[in-house]
């Protein structure tokens, strides 16, 4: 049944409801169109709009009951699932439920607007009108699709055309049925044309709008994506989508490098990266998206300084455990080299940059991540049975090279250790300790006995020395002139 909307006079002041229609923190729509059950209500804007957000407010206010697109208009795809999850848009894509109505809407707005809505740009193959929208300095691409049907030929990769449909069609084309749900920016209603949506939504499932097989077979990219979603957002695929992407992994020779390439890169800023690496490697997908790595992977030799059991990929799946459930935002850096460090200490450097090589990252970060691995090396080399063993002044010289790394360093060592004898357990402790610095920059702040104006005070004086000294370094020395005083 619906409900009001508790979020539209919650303290006084209008707030944004994850759940309802409502987009803005101005105008609140009244009626939410799903039970409490299913979602709760919360805040989804906390802070100040990011640039999706305030382009998809400009685009809304400008659709008037006058004008031929309102109530036309869908947010569609990953967009309406953020919302309902309450985090943050991290694209725009619209549909124009109208016979070309993707081109018609983005030539409106950039004929209408043209200081605000730059294109229009046309991507004749897949059917997609898109523009740029700057707002405050900062442009955002809007696409805008008509709901269609894509015809394939016989390959199930060759695109042969698209053709309007009905939102029903459009919804049973797409990957997922959590992304098959479309918002009405005029009215607010929230559209679920496969029935489902909103329930494996709640229940966090993958399952597919149709047939698993004929889903994959039209993009295999959507089974790499769907493990992603697994690991980085909490989901779980249904059975039938899971026993599909086992039977159709080989369709994934047919996706281009460069979407392969995001896809790992996106999978990165997931927690459980170590167990998404293992989903792909169980699934055949690791043969295509790090080639190089499966044979290591699938290696039965114990590590040498293991506990006598552990394999070379159970003490980097357990590294990766351990540094994504305490350090939930460590760089990607470091996950990436944890995932190739134990490859360089059984098989050399050379193979672990083969397999970086294979996951197609870049000279750059390939570069950065051996030398990572050599300062590992260089680190553990120092100890034999937890005890040091090298020349006084080898450490302090170490950390100052790794200074400006040194906490990713610190975690990346203690994440290693896991798995490891004990003897062959590097003392971390000796590297950077943040909570004895946060401590002890306490205890100096509770030994302070000035007022809080003198802080104040003081700190705004050694922010103008700053500022005083960096204008006389940017200024150009005079020259002598020929009778030697200066210009």
Not at 219 to 239: C, T
Not at 377 to 397: C, E, K, S, T, W
Not at 447 to 475: G, L
């Amino acid at each position: 049944m619906p409900h009001r909307c508790k979020s539209a006079t919650r303290g006084g002041k209008a707030s944004c409801c994850a759940v309802c229609a409502c987009l803005f923190t101005i105008d609140c729509a009244p009626i939410c169109f799903f039970d409490e059950k299913i979602l709760t209500l919360r805040p989804l804007y906390k802070g100040q709009m990011n640039k999706f957000e305030k382009s998809l407010r400009f685009i809304s206010d400008k659709i008037q009951p006058e004008s031929p697109f309102y109530g036309k208009i869908f947010l569609v795809g990953g967009c309406v699932r953020d919302e309902l999850l309450g985090e943050r848009y991290s694209d725009l894509d619209l549909l124009i439920n109208l016979p070309n109505g993707q081109k018609e809407f983005v030539e409106h707005m950039c004929q209408t607007y043209p200081n605000v809505c730059k294109g229009p740009f046309y991507y004749q193959r897949y059917g997609t009108t898109a523009m740029d929208v700057e707002i405050d300095g900062t442009v955002t691409l809007v696409e805008c699709v008509e709901p269609h049907i894509e015809s394939y030929d016989t390959d199930g990769v060759t695109l042969l055309e698209t053709r309007f449909c009905t939102l029903e069609e459009d919804a049973m084309r797409r990957d997922y049925t959590c992304n098959a749900l479309y918002k009405n920016l005029s009215t607010g209603e929230i559209l679920d044309p496969t029935g489902r949506g909103i329930d494996d939504l709640r229940h966090k499932l993958l399952r597919t709008p149709a047939e698993p097989n004929l889903i994959f077979r039209q993009d295999p990219v959507r089974m790499l994506r769907g493990i992603r979603f697994k690991h980085q957002k909490g989901f779980s695929l249904a059975d039938d989508a899971w026993q599909a992407i086992i039977q159709q992994h080989d369709e994934m020779q047919k996706a281009s490098p460069k979407r392969l390439r995001d896809e790992l890169n996106k999978m990165l800023k997931a927690r459980s990266f170590g167990e998404g690496i293992h989903d792909l490697y169980a699934s055949g997908l690791l043969n295509y998206v790090i080639p190089a790595l499966p044979q290591f992977i699938a290696d039965p030799t114990p590590l040498p300084n293991g506990d006598g059991v552990t394999t070379l990929w159970e003490h980097t799946r357990k590294a990766l455990h351990v540094l994504g459930r305490e350090h939930s935002h460590s760089e990607t850096m470091t996950k990436l080299t944890i995932l190739v460090l134990d490859v360089a200490d059984m098989h050399g450097i050379q193979a672990a940059t083969q397999v970086l090589i294979s996951a197609q990252i870049g000279k750059e970060r390939i570069a950065s991540i051996v030398h990572n691995i050599q300062m590992y090396l260089r680190f553990r080399a120092m100890f034999d049975g937890g005890n040091y063993v090298a020349r006084p002044r080898v450490l302090p010289h170490f950390l100052t090279a790794i200074n400006s790394h040194k906490t990713e360093f610190r975690r990346m060592v203690r994440a290693l250790n896991h798995g490891l004898a004990p003897q062959c357990q590097v003392p971390y402790q000796l590297l950077y300790d943040e909570d004895n610095e946060k401590r002890a920059a306490k205890r100096s702040r509770a030994a302070d006995t000035r007022s809080p104006e003198q802080i104040k005070a003081d700190r705004n004086h050694r922010r103008n020395q700053k500022r005083r000294y960096k204008r006389k370094a940017s200024r150009k020395p005079t020259r002598p002139t020929n009778n030697g005083a200066q210009e």
